[in-house]
T-cell receptor, first 110, second 118 residues
Framework: GIQVEQSPPDLILQEGANSTLRCNFSDSVNNLQWFHQNPWGQLINLFYIPSGTKQNGRLSATTVATERYSLLYISSSQTTDSGVYFCAVGSHTGGFKTIFGAGTRLFVKA | GAVVSQHPSWVICKSGTSVKIECRSL??????MFWYRQFPKQSLMLMAT?????????EQGVEKDKFLINHASLTLSTLTVTSAHPEDSSFYIC??????????????FGPGTRLTVL
């Protein structure tokens, strides 16, 4: 099956710093989503981005499907950005299935 | 829009009892629902996929008799953990999609249910 690798696994930032999270996947996919899981466990949709670039406030994402990777950029980080960021890819081959990466655990210090 | 609720948000039960978790799409018709399990500090593991009106498709290694899934309507799916044991303690998360109706295959997640089996 499709393998999803996220890096770095852990990241500590000073408030105000910028960061880039990476997601590599091993095969062609039909969709890709980035999520933020808050300390209470809720998964929050950040981007639905099977290809191209999107921006939403301080966050932006780019997916290069032909090279099988996606990047999530966080600018001017805030303490509320802390949590786990997951990349999840979807494939319609053999039935619709979503595979999650292991996540990047982010802690933003005040 | 695209809100998914789960109930209960947490449950504690005795070993051997059954627990039912509900997942509802509040403002859209979820033709496809997914159930995930998450252990502490780990990623989400897909347990099963259910399409409205048909039997759920379970992932390899997930016992279908242990984790009963019913997707009876376009807004409700239930997961029943039968004869729960301490090793079933986990965080269970559902998600919903409008995939089969030609909608985007974006998944929207519920807030999760924390199950503790004593």
């Amino acid at each position: 099956g499709i393998q999803v690798e996220q890096s770095p696994p852990d990241l500590i930032l000073q408030e105000g710093a910028n960061s880039t999270l990476r997601c590599n996947f091993s095969d062609s996919v039909n969709n890709l989503q980035w999520f933020h899981q808050n300390p209470w466990g809720q998964l929050i949709n950040l981007f639905y981005i099977p290809s191209g670039t999107k921006q939403n406030g301080r966050l932006s994402a780019t997916t290069v499907a032909t090279e099988r990777y996606s990047l999530l950029y966080i600018s001017s980080s805030q303490t509320t950005d802390s949590g786990v960021y997951f990349c999840a890819v979807g494939s319609h081959t053999g039935g619709f299935k979503t595979i999650f990466g292991a996540g990047t655990r982010l802690f933003v210090k005040a | 829009g695209a809100v998914v609720s789960q109930h209960p948000s947490w449950v504690i039960c005795k070993s051997g009892t059954s627990v039912k978790i509900e997942c509802r799409s509040l403002d859209f018709q979820a033709t496809t629902m997914f159930w995930y399990r998450q252990f502490p500090k780990q990623s989400l593991m897909l347990m099963a996929t259910s399409n409205e009106g048909s039997k759920a498709t379970y992932e390899q290694g997930v016992e279908k008799d242990k984790f009963l899934i019913n997707h009876a309507s376009l807004t409700l799916s239930t997961l029943t953990v039968t004869s729960a044991h301490p090793e079933d303690s986990s965080f269970y998360i559902c998600s919903a999609s409008e995939l089969l109706r030609g909608g985007p295959d974006t998944q929207y997640f519920g807030p999760g249910t924390r199950l503790t089996v004593l």
